[in-house]
């Protein structure tokens, strides 16, 4: 797992929390499956899709940067 992956799992639990949505949730906001998100958050998806990125970064209300900075 790369440190920006990190980076960016933390950054979604944390917007999310903020929000106070659940992964179920964002991956409907998101229009991607659960099962992605689950696997971003957990750093099994060391790289994810910069398409899928920004559908998380959108669906949280934040920029992609907001996601990818540490």
């Given at each position: 797992?790369s ?63 907001d996601?990818m900075?540490?």
């Open positions: 797992m440190k920006e992956m990190s980076t960016i799992a933390k950054n979604i639990k944390k917007y999310r929390a903020k929000l106070g949505i659940s992964q179920d949730k964002l991956s409907k906001l998101a229009a991607i499956t659960l099962h992605t998100i689950t696997k971003i958050e957990s750093g099994a998806t060391p790289d994810p899709r910069i398409e899928t990125v920004k559908k998380i970064a959108d669906a949280l209300g934040v920029r992609i940067d996601l900075r540490k």
